[in-house]
């Protein structure tokens, strides 16, 4: 039966409200004017480098509150298919062990990476017209998109095609996926103050693509301490419960796997595999 809510999403629960408080506070404060950042005069005449920090703490309009909360609201099946430790605490799934944290390694580059380009080469490059970054953290929900992108495989496919006469009888159409209408909100998201929203859109994409296949300088050393995770005999306990698990996978599949055999993905990596048509 398929969970509801936020039924083992606690993660995606709190970036939801977040969110939405963030928002909220921002706008009873009346500081929603420091948060967003324009290259001259903040950074270049006025110096307030702490802008490049703080931009990602809310968004300042309703519209993007909105579109942002339902697109965690979305991705929570990330945090389904990974476990929340695993969302927030990724574990390797090959031969090494470490433990990596996906929110903490990213927030870094998700967080300077897009001021960055924007002061050093976009606004150069433009003559100082391309000088405005609008605050929220969608460098952050496009790094998760990234992830869903790679993950989630899709459940059928479809066709639009044309019903109009053409040339020599050819059919145009247009070939989309369960998938395709889950990227409308996040590209409303990307287009919505451009071009400084596609900016902070599309860096968080690479960012999320490069944490994904280890490009991300220091990201797969950084680990959560283990009286946050649970502890070492907790840690010991789930991985009794995988390894159980693992091997009955094996014996469903008719691949056995022991000790002195290279561990496999597992049953839920094997099936997306199998989805995406990975060997």
């Known amino acids: 039966m398929l969970s509801s809510g936020f039924t083992n999403a606690p993660v995606s629960q709190g970036l939801v409200v ?40 809310c968004y300042t309009n309703s519209t993007e ?34 433990d990596k944290s996906f929110i903490l390694s990213t927030i870094p580059y998700t967080t300077l990476l897009p001021p960055i380009l924007l002061a050093t080469v976009m606004h150069p490059l433009s003559f100082g017209r391309i000088n405005y970054l609008p605050s929220g953290p969608t460098p952050l929900l496009f790094a998760l998109m990234a992830q869903y992108h790679a993950t989630i495989p899709y459940i059928y496919k479809y066709r639009l095609s044309s019903s109009l006469p053409t040339a020599g009888n050819t059919e145009h159409g247009l070939n989309l ?25 599309g860096v968080g994409w690479l960012v999320g693509f490069a944490y994904r296949r280890e490009l991300l300088p220091g990201a797969t050393r950084w680990r959560i301490p283990g009286w946050i995770t649970g502890g070492t005999g907790t840690k010991g306990r789930y991985d009794s419960l995988r390894r159980r698990m693992e091997g009955e996978a094996g014996r469903a599949t ?26």
């Open 18 to 57: 977040a969110v939405v408080l963030s928002a909220f506070l921002a706008t009873m404060t009346d500081t929603k004017y420091y948060l967003w950042i324009e290259v001259r005069p903040h950074l270049l005449d006025y110096r307030q480098f702490w802008r490049l920090l703080t931009w990602q703490f």
């Open 65 to 98: 509150v909105l579109f942002a909360a339902m697109t965690f609201y979305q991705l929570r099946v990330i945090e389904r298919l990974w476990g929340s430790k695993k969302f927030a605490v990724r574990r390797q799934q090959y031969h090494r062990t470490e």
């Open 177 to 201: 996926t369960s998938k395709s209408t889950s990227y409308i909100l996040p590209l409303q998201l990307a287009l919505s103050q451009l071009p400084g929203s596609a900016i902070a859109a």
């Open 254 to 279: 008719g691949v056995e796997t022991t000790q002195d055999q290279t561990r496999r993905r597992g049953m839920v990596g094997g099936l997306v595999d199998q989805f995406r048509g990975a060997a």
